[in-house]
């Protein structure tokens, strides 16, 4: 399991939030391993920031039942199980492909420039080696995919149900230089959205999503 020595400082621009979402990225990429205690001093050193922004995260964090308070010492990143990580898979199978492709027609063609962008931030955080900004990158671009279907119970629903996936098997992706071939699939959906393939788009995601529960989310073995 990789350390949290690779989790980049944070911009000194909204802080609470990019925390947050750094904390997230960290837990689900596995750079914060369950069952490990973490200070609010210690991670603050890491995203280059104080304490404070780092243990007003965690409130929201603890809210979600991501991490939970070990009094006088820290956080502990909580422990999802297989069969959460199953009903967490199939949740997203059942709304995201199928909402996605039913708004490929109307996705304007003047934000594929930013959606491209989106796409190439998540080939870029693989190709620097960072599972914390891939991660984030990763859900940022599904999340505005979503947002088009214009139902922001979804979309709420999705991003929470993404924070408490685990994606473990992304650190041995990266090992074996696999990771980047991974990123891209997000360009070959773009592709499919732009074509307007509505039933293309719709397995791509199927396939991605079923990849995330398979070797994403437990390390690669020979």
């Not at 909204?14 to 069952?35: F, Q, T």
């Not at 599972?131 to 995919?145: K, S, V």
Request: proline share 4%; charged share 30%.
């Amino acid at each position: 399991m990789s350390s949290i020595r690779s989790i980049r400082p944070v911009e000194k621009t909204s802080l609470r939030e990019r925390v947050s979402h750094g904390l997230r990225a960290a837990i689900v990429s596995g750079e914060l391993e369950p069952g490990v205690v973490y200070s609010a001093p210690a991670l603050g050193e890491r995203f280059g920031v104080s304490a404070t922004p780092v243990r007003e995260a965690m409130l929201d964090l603890v809210r979600e039942k991501l991490v939970e308070t070990v009094p006088n010492k820290g956080y502990r990143v909580t422990e999802v199980d297989e069969s959460d990580l199953d009903q967490i898979t199939e949740l997203r199978l059942l709304l995201e492909p199928r909402l996605v492709a039913q708004v490929t027609p109307d996705i304007p063609e003047a934000d594929f420039r930013q959606l491209r962008r989106m796409a190439q931030a998540i080939v870029d955080g693989a190709l620097a080696g960072d599972l914390i900004a891939y991660t984030d990158t990763d859900r940022a671009f599904h999340l505005r995919l979503l947002a088009y279907a214009g139902n922001r119970r979804i979309s709420t629903l999705v991003e929470e149900l993404r924070a408490h996936t685990r994606l473990y098997g992304l650190a041995s992706l990266l090992e074996r230089g696999e990771l980047v071939g991974c990123a891209e699939e997000h360009h070959t959906i773009l592709d499919a959205i732009e074509a307007r393939d509505t039933a293309l788009v719709e397995r791509l995601l199927v396939s991605h999503i079923e990849q995330a529960r398979g070797r994403w989310a437990h390390p690669v073995t020979d």
